[in-house]
């Protein structure tokens, strides 16, 4: 086993805030909340997903930054160091399979996005287009996703392969400004074109009548995906700090930046998806469909999409380095694997359990989860995100809450910090709110879902 003395630790101050959103930003905010926000009704699911962010989303970012720290292990290493010879480390091993699954179909919706870096230019510069088409042709051809996914996940592998310092902190250091400046780009122009209007009241005038269990269980979905909790990788991303690091103002720089990118990618998508007459409910293919289309109306629109699928590019990857670095980081603490090793064999398991998903439009598109009614990869999504993620972090806060206790967490998480200091509020959320508001959703919105 890995001493923590020799183990990585970021190179600068800003160096965890720039991995952990990094590791946030992501398809999550730029593919999945816009549909997701345009199947459960528009505003009322927003302003539902923004309590979940602050009421469970904050405290659990804390809550896993303070396991990581304390311990300087990854997620199972973790559990071990704090409760040694106890089952509570299995906790941590759900998270390293959770981390599988996600990263094995993140890395097919990726690969749609690096395929899109030049099938744009073809849907942009050809007349009368349909851009569901070019989507819809794309995903239902066998070897084209396949092929994407292989190399989105190469270059994954590739990074991770690097280290802390020279790979994951180098690159999201330039990635990170790039996206911003694009999505303001992006909503100025969403903004002004003609018909706009009505998509930003749907998006900013919430209508609470269409809201059931099902949209809460959506939106704290949404929450754990989007500020990548619940299965470890904050934990693994704590665990590169140093004491001297403080953690209760890194969370909310961190929460913070991940919930603006993802209203203001609200802003750029539904004032588009309603000014070219598109339905918001498009599901999976929302953002692949509409941005096209928005930028086949636009001066320069090519160069504006070849950006703009360039950057979500970019964006999946600093995600799907912190999911590659889960995994990495347990087989190098716990069975004494080189990262090189580990990132290779890791990313080829990964790229194959991922096989189905891509041809779930093709080959496989026949077949759809039993209640569900979705096809592969939004199966694997839906018992990653509603599953998964929230029984992650619910576990791991009644780990904090009531085993190792609150007083040690607020102890740790009080070191060093300035803008922020935990207390008992923070001690309550754990214990109470967030094991409670968890459940109940869960329970509610499992059985909603399958009752019908
Ligand atoms: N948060 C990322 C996104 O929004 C996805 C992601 C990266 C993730 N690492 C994670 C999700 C760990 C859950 C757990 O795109």
Request: hydrophobic share 55%.
């Amino acid at each position: 086993m890995q001493s923590p003395i020799e183990r990585e630790s970021w190179a600068t101050r800003v160096g965890f805030i720039l991995a952990a959103s990094g590791s946030a930003v992501g398809l999550g905010n730029i593919w999945r909340f816009p549909y997701m926000t345009g199947e459960h009704g528009g505003a009322a699911f927003l302003i539902i997903y923004l309590v979940a962010i602050i009421l469970i989303g904050y405290p659990v970012m804390v809550n896993e930054i303070i396991v990581g720290r304390k311990t300087n292990r990854n997620p199972i290493g973790a559990f071990k160091a704090l409760a040694p010879n106890t089952p509570w480390w299995l906790v941590g091993a759900l998270g390293v399979f959770t981390g599988f699954v996600i990263l094995s179909y993140y890395s097919v919706v990726a690969g749609w996005s690096l395929a899109y870096v030049y099938k744009v230019v073809i849907a942009t510069t050809t007349a009368d287009v349909e851009h569901a088409d070019v989507f819809v042709g794309h995903i239902t051809s066998v070897w084209e996703p396949i092929f994407w996914h292989a190399v989105f996940m190469a270059l994954t592998v590739g990074i991770i392969a690097g280290g802390v310092v020279r790979g994951i902190q180098k690159w999201v250091t330039v990635l990170m400004p790039a996206i911003i400046i694009l999505l303001v780009i992006l909503i100025i122009r969403a903004v002004t074109l003609p018909g706009a209007g009505e998509g930003l009241s749907y998006y900013l005038r919430p209508d609470f009548g269409e809201v059931t269990s099902r949209t809460f269980l959506a939106a704290i979905a949404q929450a754990f995906f989007t500020l990548s909790l619940g299965m470890g990788a904050i934990i693994t991303y704590g665990s590169y700090l140093r004491g001297r690091h403080e953690i209760p103002g890194n969370a909310a720089s961190v929460v913070g930046i991940d919930t603006g990118i993802a209203i203001l990618a609200g802003f750029a998508i539904f004032p588009a998806i309603f000014a070219l007459g598109f339905s918001p409910a498009a599901g999976p293919g929302l953002v692949f469909i509409t941005l096209p289309a928005v930028f086949a109306e636009m001066p320069l629109g090519t160069l504006f999409g070849i950006m703009f699928f360039v950057l979500l590019s970019f964006a999946a990857l600093t995600s799907a380095i912190s999911l590659l670095e889960v995994v990495t980081a347990w087989l190098i603490d716990e069975k004494g694997w080189t990262r090189k090793q580990s990132a290779i064999v890791m990313g080829i398991i990964i790229f194959t359990v991922g096989l189905p998903a891509t041809l779930g439009y093709s080959v496989l598109s026949g077949v759809t989860f039993p209640g569900l009614g979705t096809d592969l990869l939004d199966t694997y999504d839906w018992f990653a995100n509603s599953i998964f993620l929230p029984l992650g972090g619910l576990l791991t806060a009644i780990f904090v809450g009531y085993i190792w206790g609150t007083k040690n967490a607020i102890e740790e998480g009080n070191r060093n910090a300035r803008f922020i200091k935990l207390g008992n509020w923070w001690g309550f959320l754990i214990r109470y709110v967030v094991p409670v508001l968890i459940g109940v959703i869960m329970i509610m919105g499992i059985y909603d879902t399958f009752s019908g």
